[in-house]
């Protein structure tokens, strides 16, 4: 009975690991605003939203509407995470 406790743990330690690892501070604020329930269905595009000033303001916009409460610094890395994970625009 002792080797599938092994196993189990290593699984554990492995994914906290990881994702402590490769994890953006925006991400956190991106998840826990539940953006992913509207945003599955209408994928972040560059091409809708061409420039870094635009995704932050396109941020904003969907962070007023929804009524989280963050904050401007918060809704700032929300939006660096976005820009590092699917937009890619050069930084201002
Ligand atoms: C209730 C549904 C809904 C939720 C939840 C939502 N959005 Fe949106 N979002 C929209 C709609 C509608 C638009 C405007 C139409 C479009 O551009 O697809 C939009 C547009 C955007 C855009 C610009 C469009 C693009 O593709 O570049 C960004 C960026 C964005 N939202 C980010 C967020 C973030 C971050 C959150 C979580 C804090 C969030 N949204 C939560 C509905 C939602």
Redesign the pocket.
Known sequence: MKKPMIALFSIAAFSLSTSAMAEHPGKA??DS???M???TD?????Q??PTYEK?VK??S???D??N?G?FEDEVEQ??DY?NQAY?KHPKP
């Open positions: 604020f991106h605003a539940n953006c329930k509207c945003h209408k994928p972040y595009s560059p809708k939203t995704l396109a941020v916009f969907c962070n509407n929804l989280t963050m929300l939006a976005l937009y």
